[in-house]
């Protein structure tokens, strides 16, 4: 590399440190004298939830009231949040429609909270008796469901040194790509194992304007220790948005264990929320800051460099 290529690059990067520099320790305050102007404050939660829907409730309403406590707007919940079976069946069983008393309780601590809520990975009912959605749901503060979005990528493997999952085996899979315009940036709506496909992202950023992904999960201890972290940032980097991925995290039954981690990582790719403790219950909270993906995305136009689908249509020939 040159002196001159050198000593842009170290520009670039130092600029770039600067512009985010209040997110280096982001700490939980209701200061909102603090925030950014062109910001909003957000929380991703972790936790372990288990087969009872009533302790999951209970734990699901002490973390809003923290978010709540810290002004935050958002707050993003995990995959699976209101129930994970330590049975076979015990998800189909508990299946319900969005306007059941399930999702119906959750509308209502979003109003009398005044919080936007992203619910990823709700058991709703499927088309037959033997399948279920593995449904995100986006709540407005008003207690309104404004957005759903069901899994399109089936977890069915065979995870090395770990379990077999099949969760095809009793989930439809979804067929559409859901972004939605809201207070805190235009979010895309993603599940767990569409981590692993980058065109999904690709689609929400390039296609559908998203400034914010949202990756609700619950990673295996086996591919969270491997993959988690490098995948996330890699998502947010490559398509230089937001990416907030609320985590469940330690041992739900006998049978099953999750990775946890909850991240929350900046268009840059750097890790601005994160919980001490991987598997502990808790929220984590930064600030949106729309300056920056402004910032990173003018400095760096990689959505004028894509090649389109008719370059490597002809290429591939």
């Known amino acids: 590399m040159n002196s001159s290529r050198a000593s842009e690059l170290c520009w670039f990067t130092a600029e770039f440190r600067l512009n985010r520099f209040h997110f280096l320790s982001p700490t939980i305050s209701s200061d909102y004298s603090k925030m950014a102007v062109n910001s909003i404050r957000i929380a991703a939660a972790q936790m372990t939830s288990i087969n009872d829907l009533a302790a999951n409730y209970a734990t699901c309403s002490r973390l809003v009231k923290e978010a709540a406590a810290a002004g935050a707007k958002l707050l993003c919940f995990p995959e699976n949040f209101s129930f994970v079976g330590a049975k076979d069946g015990e998800s189909l069983k508990i299946a319900e429609p969005l306007d059941g008393p399930i999702m119906n309780r959750y509308c209502a601590l979003a109003k009398e909270s005044s919080m936007w809520l992203s619910l990823g990975g709700f058991q709703e009912q499927g088309s037959d008796a033997a399948h279920l959605c593995n449904t995100h749901v986006l709540i407005d503060d008003a207690g309104h469901i404004r957005s759903t979005y069901r899994k399109m990528h089936l977890f069915d493997v065979d995870v090395p040194g770990g379990?077999?999952?099949?969760?095809?085996?009793?989930?439809?899979?979804?067929?559409?790509?859901?972004?939605?315009?809201?207070?805190?940036?235009?979010?895309?709506?993603?599940?767990?194992?569409?981590?692993?496909?980058?065109?999904?992202?690709?689609?929400?950023?390039?296609?559908?304007?998203?400034?914010?992904?949202?990756?609700?999960?619950?990673?295996?201890?086996?591919?969270?220790?491997?993959?988690?972290?490098?995948?996330?940032?890699?998502?947010?980097?490559?398509?230089?948005?937001?990416?907030?991925?609320?985590?469940?995290?330690?041992?739900?039954s006998e049978k099953r264990e999750s990775f946890g981690d909850t991240l929350i990582i900046d268009p840059w790719g750097m890790v601005i929320g994160r919980l001490s403790d991987k598997v502990s219950t808790g929220i984590t909270v930064a600030d949106i800051d729309f300056s920056l993906i402004e910032s990173v995305r003018t400095k760096m136009p990689i959505s004028q460099h894509r090649k389109p689908i008719e370059f490597w249509k002809q290429v591939s020939k």
């Open 163 to 252: 379990a077999v999952y099949k969760e095809s085996s009793f989930t439809e899979a979804g067929k559409e790509i859901v972004a939605f315009d809201s207070p805190f940036g235009r979010l895309g709506l993603t599940v767990c194992y569409d981590l692993r496909f980058p065109e999904v992202y690709q689609q929400l950023r390039f296609h559908h304007g998203a400034q914010v992904l949202l990756v609700p999960a619950a990673f295996t201890k086996v591919t969270g220790e491997a993959h988690w972290e490098v995948l996330l940032r890699a998502r947010a980097i490559e398509t230089q948005c937001y990416v907030i991925a609320a985590a469940q995290g330690g041992k739900h």
